[in-house]
Protein backbone atom coordinates (compact mmCIF):
# COMPACT_ATOMS: atom_id res chain seq x y z
CA UNK A 1 0.00 0.00 0.00
CA UNK A 2 1.43 3.55 -0.65
CA UNK A 3 1.99 5.43 2.06
CA UNK A 4 0.16 8.51 3.60
CA UNK A 5 1.67 11.18 5.79
CA UNK A 6 -0.37 13.40 8.26
CA UNK A 7 0.49 15.94 10.67
CA UNK A 8 1.25 14.27 14.36
CA UNK A 9 -1.31 16.85 16.19
CA UNK A 10 -4.08 19.12 15.57
CA UNK A 11 -6.43 21.34 17.78
CA UNK A 12 -9.69 22.62 16.56
CA UNK A 13 -12.16 24.41 18.77
CA UNK A 14 -15.32 23.17 19.76
CA UNK A 15 -18.36 23.64 17.12
CA UNK A 16 -15.92 24.96 14.68
CA UNK A 17 -14.95 22.47 11.96
CA UNK A 18 -11.76 20.47 11.71
CA UNK A 19 -9.72 19.82 8.80
CA UNK A 20 -7.55 16.95 8.75
CA UNK A 21 -4.71 16.89 6.13
CA UNK A 22 -3.60 13.83 4.23
CA UNK A 23 -0.91 12.97 1.51
CA UNK A 24 -0.32 10.28 -0.65
CA UNK A 25 1.11 11.01 -3.49
CA UNK A 26 2.74 7.37 -4.48
CA UNK A 27 -1.10 6.14 -4.61
CA UNK A 28 -1.76 4.24 -7.24
CA UNK A 29 -4.73 3.90 -9.68
CA UNK A 30 -7.30 1.17 -8.12
CA UNK A 31 -6.05 2.23 -4.28
CA UNK A 32 -9.00 3.70 -2.17
CA UNK A 33 -8.06 6.26 0.80
CA UNK A 34 -9.77 5.49 3.88
CA UNK A 35 -10.54 6.95 6.91
CA UNK A 36 -10.32 5.66 10.60
CA UNK A 37 -10.56 7.17 14.00
CA UNK A 38 -9.45 5.48 17.29
CA UNK A 39 -11.30 7.18 20.43
CA UNK A 40 -8.87 6.07 23.89
CA UNK A 41 -8.14 2.65 23.56
CA UNK A 42 -11.16 1.97 21.84
CA UNK A 43 -11.37 -0.45 17.84
CA UNK A 44 -10.74 1.84 15.25
CA UNK A 45 -14.12 3.57 14.07
CA UNK A 46 -14.64 3.58 10.34
CA UNK A 47 -15.26 6.89 9.21
CA UNK A 48 -15.43 7.38 5.27
CA UNK A 49 -13.50 6.22 1.83
CA UNK A 50 -13.24 7.41 -1.34
CA UNK A 51 -11.96 6.63 -4.76
CA UNK A 52 -11.60 10.33 -6.54
CA UNK A 53 -14.79 12.26 -6.10
CA UNK A 54 -15.97 14.09 -2.89
CA UNK A 55 -18.02 11.85 -0.30
CA UNK A 56 -20.06 12.64 2.41
CA UNK A 57 -21.92 10.72 4.93
CA UNK A 58 -23.39 11.39 8.37
CA UNK A 59 -19.95 11.67 10.39
CA UNK A 60 -18.05 13.68 8.03
CA UNK A 61 -16.74 14.91 4.56
CA UNK A 62 -13.84 13.81 2.29
CA UNK A 63 -12.20 16.01 -0.65
CA UNK A 64 -9.58 14.24 -2.96
CA UNK A 65 -7.53 16.55 -4.80
CA UNK A 66 -7.70 16.14 -8.94
CA UNK A 67 -4.59 14.28 -9.09
CA UNK A 68 -5.88 12.39 -6.02
CA UNK A 69 -1.84 13.19 -4.23
CA UNK A 70 -3.83 14.78 -1.04
CA UNK A 71 -7.41 14.71 0.68
CA UNK A 72 -8.76 16.41 3.51
CA UNK A 73 -11.25 14.84 6.26
CA UNK A 74 -13.82 17.44 7.40
CA UNK A 75 -15.60 16.75 10.35
CA UNK A 76 -18.36 19.90 9.92
CA UNK A 77 -19.32 20.94 13.84
CA UNK A 78 -16.06 18.79 16.07
CA UNK A 79 -17.49 18.41 19.15
CA UNK A 80 -15.68 16.82 22.42
CA UNK A 81 -16.40 12.84 21.58
CA UNK A 82 -13.95 13.58 18.23
CA UNK A 83 -11.16 13.75 20.07
CA UNK A 84 -9.10 11.04 18.55
CA UNK A 85 -6.06 9.52 16.66
CA UNK A 86 -7.30 9.78 12.93
CA UNK A 87 -5.85 7.29 10.51
CA UNK A 88 -5.72 8.22 6.98
CA UNK A 89 -5.36 4.97 4.96
CA UNK A 90 -4.48 4.07 1.46
CA UNK A 91 -5.72 0.72 -0.09
CA UNK A 92 -6.29 -1.29 -2.74
CA UNK A 93 -9.53 -3.37 -3.49
CA UNK A 94 -8.21 -5.43 -6.21
CA UNK A 95 -5.32 -8.44 -5.24
CA UNK A 96 -1.89 -8.42 -6.02
CA UNK A 97 -0.43 -10.93 -3.48
CA UNK A 98 -0.17 -10.68 0.34
CA UNK A 99 -1.00 -7.61 1.95
CA UNK A 100 -3.02 -6.56 -0.29
CA UNK A 101 -6.55 -6.02 1.65
CA UNK A 102 -5.05 -5.22 5.21
CA UNK A 103 -5.21 -1.82 6.20
CA UNK A 104 -1.82 0.02 7.37
CA UNK A 105 -2.17 1.89 10.28
CA UNK A 106 0.24 4.65 10.58
CA UNK A 107 0.54 7.17 13.32
CA UNK A 108 -2.13 9.03 12.15
CA UNK A 109 -2.88 13.10 13.69
CA UNK A 110 -4.24 13.54 17.44
CA UNK A 111 -7.15 16.20 17.15
CA UNK A 112 -8.03 17.53 19.87
CA UNK A 113 -10.63 19.31 20.77
CA UNK A 114 -10.97 22.13 23.09
CA UNK A 115 -13.89 23.51 24.78
CA UNK B 1 -27.26 -5.73 14.41
CA UNK B 2 -24.91 -6.72 16.99
CA UNK B 3 -20.71 -4.99 16.05
CA UNK B 4 -17.92 -6.72 16.13
CA UNK B 5 -17.42 -9.11 19.28
CA UNK B 6 -14.25 -9.73 21.34
CA UNK B 7 -13.97 -12.18 24.15
CA UNK B 8 -12.04 -11.43 26.84
CA UNK B 9 -12.00 -8.08 27.11
CA UNK B 10 -8.78 -8.50 29.24
CA UNK B 11 -6.47 -11.50 29.38
CA UNK B 12 -3.58 -11.75 32.41
CA UNK B 13 -1.44 -14.71 31.32
CA UNK B 14 2.00 -16.02 33.01
CA UNK B 15 5.07 -16.65 30.83
CA UNK B 16 4.52 -19.50 28.83
CA UNK B 17 0.93 -19.99 29.05
CA UNK B 18 -1.35 -20.20 26.15
CA UNK B 19 -3.80 -17.45 25.30
CA UNK B 20 -6.97 -17.75 23.06
CA UNK B 21 -8.27 -15.04 21.58
CA UNK B 22 -12.19 -15.00 20.06
CA UNK B 23 -13.66 -13.15 17.49
CA UNK B 24 -17.25 -13.40 16.08
CA UNK B 25 -17.51 -11.09 13.06
CA UNK B 26 -20.47 -9.00 12.16
CA UNK B 27 -23.66 -10.84 11.08
CA UNK B 28 -23.50 -12.03 7.34
CA UNK B 29 -19.77 -11.16 7.17
CA UNK B 30 -17.33 -14.00 5.58
CA UNK B 31 -13.82 -11.98 6.17
CA UNK B 32 -12.14 -11.67 9.11
CA UNK B 33 -8.69 -9.65 9.68
CA UNK B 34 -6.18 -9.86 12.87
CA UNK B 35 -4.34 -6.98 14.23
CA UNK B 36 -1.90 -6.14 17.21
CA UNK B 37 -1.70 -2.92 18.56
CA UNK B 38 1.29 -2.16 21.30
CA UNK B 39 1.45 0.55 23.97
CA UNK B 40 1.78 4.16 21.41
CA UNK B 41 1.94 2.76 18.48
CA UNK B 42 -0.66 2.31 15.60
CA UNK B 43 -1.96 -1.06 14.61
CA UNK B 44 -0.33 -3.83 12.53
CA UNK B 45 -1.78 -6.38 10.60
CA UNK B 46 -1.21 -10.03 11.45
CA UNK B 47 -3.57 -12.19 9.14
CA UNK B 48 -6.28 -12.70 7.13
CA UNK B 49 -9.02 -14.99 7.17
CA UNK B 50 -12.48 -16.28 5.74
CA UNK B 51 -14.22 -19.40 6.59
CA UNK B 52 -12.30 -22.03 6.77
CA UNK B 53 -9.34 -20.44 5.08
CA UNK B 54 -6.14 -18.29 5.85
CA UNK B 55 -5.99 -16.14 2.93
CA UNK B 56 -3.13 -14.03 3.90
CA UNK B 57 -0.95 -14.53 7.64
CA UNK B 58 2.06 -12.02 6.23
CA UNK B 59 1.99 -10.35 9.29
CA UNK B 60 2.20 -13.59 11.88
CA UNK B 61 5.10 -14.09 13.69
CA UNK B 62 6.39 -17.37 12.62
CA UNK B 63 6.59 -19.45 15.72
CA UNK B 64 3.73 -19.70 18.57
CA UNK B 65 0.95 -17.86 16.72
CA UNK B 66 -1.97 -19.46 15.01
CA UNK B 67 -4.96 -17.81 13.67
CA UNK B 68 -8.22 -20.55 12.34
CA UNK B 69 -11.83 -18.93 11.64
CA UNK B 70 -13.60 -22.62 11.52
CA UNK B 71 -17.26 -22.90 9.17
CA UNK B 72 -18.89 -22.50 12.34
CA UNK B 73 -18.21 -20.64 15.70
CA UNK B 74 -15.87 -17.43 16.26
CA UNK B 75 -12.63 -16.91 14.46
CA UNK B 76 -9.82 -17.59 17.05
CA UNK B 77 -6.16 -15.95 17.43
CA UNK B 78 -4.10 -18.50 19.64
CA UNK B 79 -0.88 -17.54 21.23
CA UNK B 80 1.35 -20.30 22.74
CA UNK B 81 3.88 -20.21 25.47
CA UNK B 82 3.05 -16.00 25.95
CA UNK B 83 6.27 -14.23 26.48
CA UNK B 84 5.85 -10.39 28.00
CA UNK B 85 6.67 -8.82 24.83
CA UNK B 86 3.08 -10.26 23.55
CA UNK B 87 1.64 -7.97 25.71
CA UNK B 88 -0.56 -5.59 23.75
CA UNK B 89 -4.20 -5.08 22.00
CA UNK B 90 -5.88 -7.80 20.15
CA UNK B 91 -8.23 -6.23 17.43
CA UNK B 92 -10.38 -8.18 15.11
CA UNK B 93 -12.03 -6.43 11.82
CA UNK B 94 -14.98 -8.31 10.11
CA UNK B 95 -15.84 -7.39 5.83
CA UNK B 96 -18.30 -8.01 3.70
CA UNK B 97 -16.52 -8.49 1.40
CA UNK B 98 -12.77 -7.29 0.06
CA UNK B 99 -14.44 -3.89 -1.20
CA UNK B 100 -16.08 -3.10 1.25
CA UNK B 101 -14.99 -1.35 4.42
CA UNK B 102 -13.81 -3.21 7.85
CA UNK B 103 -15.74 -2.84 11.13
CA UNK B 104 -13.75 -3.21 14.68
CA UNK B 105 -14.00 -4.90 17.69
CA UNK B 106 -13.60 -3.32 20.61
CA UNK B 107 -10.29 -4.93 21.45
CA UNK B 108 -8.74 -7.69 23.62
CA UNK B 109 -5.98 -6.41 26.05
CA UNK B 110 -3.91 -9.36 26.43
CA UNK B 111 -1.19 -8.82 29.89
CA UNK B 112 1.80 -11.28 30.05
CA UNK B 113 3.64 -11.26 33.79
Known amino acids: DAKTTQPTSMDCAEGRAANLPCNHSTISGNEYVYWYRQIHSQGPQYIIH???NNETNEMASLIITEDRKSSTLILPHATLRDTAVYYC????????????????FGKGTKLSVIP | NAGVMQNPRHLVRRRGQEARLRCSPM?????VYWYRQLPEEGLKFMVY????????ESGMPKERFSAEFPKEGPSILRIQQVVRGDSAAYFCASQQGTSNEQFFGPGTRLTVL
Open chain 2, 27 to 31: KGHSH
Open chain 1, 50 to 52: GLK
Open chain 1, 89 to 104: IVRSIAYSGAGSYQLT
Open chain 2, 49 to 56: LQKENIID
